[in-house]
């Protein structure tokens, strides 16, 4: 079946250098990625989202790039924070509801 | 304006017991959804409602599992006869009707621990 996965489960970054979080969905007819932020005991929290028209959207300190060619989709994270230490989740959609991978966790050292 | 508000934060329910968890959307939102997470994973889409239906249950399992979204209160995911693979984070989510649909507002959680 169509499924959202990641390439990475775990992360680890210095604080201050950029992060990468990388996605892979298999859905080529889903039009809508979102990021979600999940911190240890709290519900998802939206970080950024993109439609498939578009190929790069810019947040605060967050970018989410969009490459349909080969069905991948990133997050960057700017100038990483020991507050951004967290499990980020791609999530994809072709009308609700929205379908999750697995998670990547990110840790930040200071 | 609140989010969406889920209660108990934490439920323990012996082995066949019921259990019940609400959800109330954020004010203005008229769709619901129920997701549940096992640990260390992601989550997995249980039930789609609007107010007073059922848009898509086809995550939840056939049996013990029900969810309502009356036209007055919280959505409600109910779970007869618990057993310990019930055990996991039940999240629910709203979003507003129209364009944006797709995007969840999540609430913090039910853990459900059976015992």
């Known amino acids: 079946g169509e499924s959202v996965g990641l390439h990475l489960p775990t992360l680890s970054v210095q604080e201050g250098d950029n992060s990468i979080i990388n996605c892979a969905y298999s859905?080529?007819?889903?039009?809508?990625f979102i990021w979600y932020k999940q911190e240890s005991g709290k519900g998802p929290q939206f970080i950024i989202d993109i439609r498939s028209n578009m190929d790069k959207r810019q947040g605060q300190r967050v970018t989410v790039l969009l490459n349909k060619t080969v069905k991948h989709l990133s997050l960057q994270i700017a100038a990483t924070q020991p507050g951004d230490s967290a499990v980020y989740f791609c999530?994809?959609?072709?009308?609700?509801?929205?379908?999750f991978g697995k998670g990547t966790r990110l840790s930040v050292i200071a | 304006n609140a989010g969406v508000m889920q209660n108990p934060r934490h439920l323990v329910r012996r082995r066949g017991q019921e259990a019940r968890l609400r959800c109330s959307p954020m004010?203005?939102?008229?769709?619901v959804y129920w997701y549940r997470q096992l640990p260390e994973e992601g989550l997995k889409f249980m039930v789609y409602l609007q107010k007073e239906n059922i848009i898509d249950e086809s995550g939840m399992p056939k049996e013990r599992f029900s969810a309502e979204f009356p036209k007055e209160g919280p959505s409600i995911l109910r779970i007869q006869q618990v057993v310990r693979g019930d055990s996991a984070a039940y999240f629910c989510?709203?979003?507003?009707?129209?364009?944006?649909?797709?995007?969840?507002?999540f609430g913090s959680g039910t853990q459900l621990s059976v015992l």
């Open positions: 989510a709203s979003s507003p009707p129209g364009q944006g649909e797709e995007k969840l507002f």
């Open positions: 859905n080529s007819a889903s039009d809508y």
């Open positions: 004010k203005g939102h008229s769709h």
């Open positions: 999530a994809e959609s072709r009308y609700t509801p929205l379908v």
